[in-house]
């Protein structure tokens, strides 16, 4: 395979990842919100739906990692991160996406599985309900608002590859 092919290859990957990070995590985000109107009743349904929910978080990141991978493949193959767009682009990438998604990751997939086997066990606690409270409505609400915005901009600087300062030479 020849750079082109290789290019063409990571594009395909790199946008099916921003498919698979952003929308199956949308779709758990609506299914809990409508399992979240129950709030304090802990059934059977609220427990179905967290499991899918810890799926589709975890679908979620993994493809956000192969997002990134194919990112940096495809800019140290053509670009070079020379490119003042692409500057712009990782700016937004690590400054705003990447510590979002750390903080879905760190919730997500390692104090949510926990706080739900209690759940399974004890009920509904305080100390759940408290972390709980926080993933929702602070980590969730922040990401809600800012990665569409972020992405939205991220996909003008691809498209329009403005003429704007580098930041680095």
């Known amino acids: 395979m020849n750079t082109f092919d290789w290019f063409i290859a990571l594009k395909i990957v790199h946008i099916g990842s921003l498919i698979f990070w952003l929308g199956p995590s949308l779709g758990a985000w609506l299914m809990l919100g409508a399992l979240r109107k129950h709030e304090g009743e802990f059934t ?6 967290y499991k899918v929910f810890m799926q589709m ?6 493809a956000f990692v192969f997002l990134l991978a194919s990112g940096i493949g495809m800019g140290a193959l053509v670009f070079g991160f020379n490119q003042p767009w692409l500057q ?4 937004i990438i690590l400054l705003i996406i990447i510590p ?9 997939n390692i104090k949510l599985p926990h706080i739900f086997s209690q759940l ?5 606690d305080k100390l759940s309900s408290t972390q709980l409270y926080i993933y929702h409505v602070y980590i969730t609400r922040i990401a809600i608002a800012v990665i569409p915005a972020s992405v939205v901009a991220i996909m003008w600087l691809v498209i329009a590859k403005p003429n704007i300062i580098r930041l680095w030479q």
């Open 120 to 124: 399974n066990v004890q009920g509904y």
């Open 57 to 62: 978080l975890i679908l979620e990141h993994v």
């Open 100 to 108: 979002l998604e750390i903080a879905d990751i760190w919730y997500g």
């Open 88 to 91: 712009w682009k990782l700016l």
């Open 44 to 49: 059977s349904a609220t427990h179905l739906g």
